[in-house]
């Protein structure tokens, strides 16, 4: 209610401060001993495919807690990777969940592409097209402008601006 409201309490905020608090040092005292532990338990039966079933239901996990807790979902994500980043199988998970990590990423990008009004680019054809040309020439500009400012050769500002210009 109090993002609803655009008003926060005094006594909301610190509930909420020591709500988040709370949850943060379970979670990361949980995750220093627990998982570690967990991992090396399971370390002999740890395929491929097992590892990246206990990361990911790991990390769906600590999403749902937070969830349940009133956090956002990310906030759960974001604990339990940095937990795991922390194990001995660090390297081992991360190598394993990149393909994972490349789906969520174009399903991601599929979704906000999927979020276009194709009936505003018919509706605003120049404007957009001309912020589209100041954003891709400012990228480049600047790109180019920040790396002859910071010392770099002519050569790579110019590589730098232009590989910019299409983010």
Request: aromatic share 10%.
């Amino acid at each position: 209610t109090a993002s609803l409201s655009k008003s926060i309490h005094g006594i909301e905020l610190l509930t909420t401060s020591a709500k988040l608090i709370f949850y943060l040092t379970v979670w990361l005292l949980f995750g220093l001993f627990a998982i570690p532990w967990l991992l090396r338990f399971i370390k002999k039966q740890l395929t491929n495919e097992i590892a990246i079933v206990v990361a990911v239901g790991l990390c769906l996990m600590m999403v749902v807690l937070a969830v349940q807790a009133g956090f956002s979902a990310a906030l759960g994500a974001f604990v339990m990777g940095s937990i795991l980043s922390e194990s001995d199988e660090k390297e081992r998970i991360e190598h394993l969940l990149l393909p994972v990590k490349d789906l969520f990423s174009a399903v991601f990008f599929i979704s906000i592409g999927m979020l276009i009004d194709l009936n505003a680019l018919m509706t605003y054809p120049w404007i957009i097209l001309g912020v589209s040309v100041f954003v891709i020439v400012g990228n480049l500009l600047f790109g180019i402008a920040g790396g002859v400012i910071a010392g770099v050769p002519l050569k790579t500002s110019i590589h730098a601006g232009v590989s910019l210009a299409q983010i």
